[in-house]
């Protein structure tokens, strides 16, 4: 009786959209990384560092992640992130058609995420700084959520800073996963995506928070304005808001671009032909084949 009411719940709500399938998992994933990751700033920031820091929030965010892959990587690949999912198209890994899908869920994920951090940390909120909302000075609360800028950034600088971290973050996972290279060990990619999450955020952390991720970023951002931030969440740090949304996209061109040019294609053998469905190991249309994982960072 149990087997059957089983079946009878599967056959009534399991989904056959494949693409529908791998929208939820990227919503839960980047859910999963904004609410347990932010939530990680937010003890450090309300504790007044009692209860954290930055190592615990780099170990934190990048643990999140490592979560947030495992937990959607099997469906979607897990890539949590705009930028990845846009690498993942321009080396034909993802198919163009489903690249705003992912994004979309991607977004609206980050967004509950933020909501789910202000909820349950709302009182701590309120004592911290009086009830005040602030995004600037002493008591400021909006970089909880969204990164800002330290004063001495330029908007150049920053750019270039958005760059480069995520170059690194998709020269990584694209080693990480390239079959033809060393690898990681089948089921252990998403802590070495984390490691490296740890890496990046030991090393260009320092100007902006290392985002990497425009929903990690925007999403938290427009949250903050709805919530009660207001319009300087966008016009602080000579309106930074689209620094980390434009730099880690063309970051990720430059990442898989690098990778590709200067070692994946000059491996002298290939495990599949080009055109073996089981080589395009980006491409997640058969929740029946085997899927690696794809990760990603905050």
């Not at 009411?5 to 399938?21: D, I, Q, Y």
């Not at 999403?219 to 300087?232: D, K, L």
């Amino acid at each position: 009786m149990t087997k059957k009411r089983e079946r009878s719940l599967k056959e009534k709500f399991a989904l056959e959209n494949s693409l529908l399938k791998e929208a939820l998992a990227e919503f839960l994933g980047t859910f999963i990384m904004i609410t347990l990751g932010c939530g990680c700033i937010a003890q450090s920031v309300l504790s007044r560092g009692a209860m954290g820091g930055a190592p615990v929030i780099s170990l934190g965010f990048a643990m999140a992640v490592t979560i947030a892959i495992y937990v959607a990587g099997g469906v979607s690949g897990g890539h949590i992130n705009p930028a990845v999912s846009f690498a993942m198209c321009l080396t034909g890994r993802l198919k163009w058609v489903k690249l705003p899908v992912y994004v979309l869920a991607q977004y609206i994920g980050a967004f509950l995420g933020a909501a789910a951090v202000f909820g349950v940390n709302y009182d701590a909120l309120m004592e911290y700084n009086g009830g005040e909302l602030t995004v600037t000075g002493p008591n400021a609360t909006a970089h909880i959520f969204a990164t800002y800028p330290e004063g001495y950034l330029s908007l150049t600088n920053g750019l270039l800073d958005q760059v480069m971290s995520t170059a690194f973050l998709l020269l990584g996972i694209f080693a990480i996963f390239d079959a033809d290279n060393l690898r990681v060990p089948k089921g252990l990619e998403p802590i070495a995506v984390g490691l490296l999450i740890v890496l990046l955020a030991s090393s260009l952390a320092m100007n902006s928070g290392c985002a990497m991720n425009p929903a990690r970023d925007l999403a938290p951002r427009v949250f903050t304005y709805i919530a009660g931030w207001g319009s300087e969440v966008f016009t602080a740090g000579n309106n930074w808001w689209w620094i980390p949304v434009v730099g880690p996209m063309v970051g990720a061109a430059f990442g898989v671009g690098i990778y590709i040019l200067l070692i994946e294609i000059h491996h002298t053998t290939r495990r599949l032909p080009q055109n073996d469905t089981a080589h395009n190991k980006y491409e997640l249309s058969n929740v029946d084949e085997e899927k690696p994982f794809q990760g990603d960072y905050p």
